[in-house]
């Protein structure tokens, strides 16, 4: 069980690149359709400068490391009893294929329920 100590804990940041083709991919297994998360040219007619990213797909790229769970090992947490309750994920922007994105993880509370 975690305590509270643990709170504001950081991790090595890393980061990924936005590619096109990801993108698509993405937005097909998903089931969107619409022209800015498919189609290039249908992205810059509504406006965007690129290919749009879904907002759930910059979890894909956060994921994208050797071990996405080393940082549960680090704390003695035992994989098999964890279950995934809940996540945010803040957007100060749209993600473009071309992006770079730089996730800098980190323990913002302690939730025992």
């Keep these: 069980m975690l305590d509270e ?3 504001g804990r950081s991790f090595p940041p890393h980061s990924a690149d936005v590619e ?3 993108l698509r991919l993405f937005a097909k297994a998903i089931g969107e359709t619409r022209p800015e998360y498919c189609d ?5 007619s509504a406006g965007h400068r690129s290919l749009l990213a ?3 797909f910059a979890t894909c790229l956060y994921m994208d ?3 996405p769970f080393a940082w549960l090992l680090d704390l003695s947490i035992d994989l098999a009893r964890v279950l995934h309750g809940a996540q945010e994920i ?3 922007a749209p993600v473009y294929a071309g992006d770079r994105l730089t ?10 329920k």
């Design 90 to 92: 803040r957007h100060f």
């Design 54 to 56: 879904p907002p759930t």
């Design 103 to 112: 996730f800098s993880p980190r323990i913002a509370d302690v939730v025992h």
């Design 5 to 7: 100590s643990l709170i």
């Design 65 to 67: 490391v050797p071990d």
């Design 20 to 22: 096109a083709g990801r």
């Design 40 to 44: 290039e040219a249908g992205a810059r």
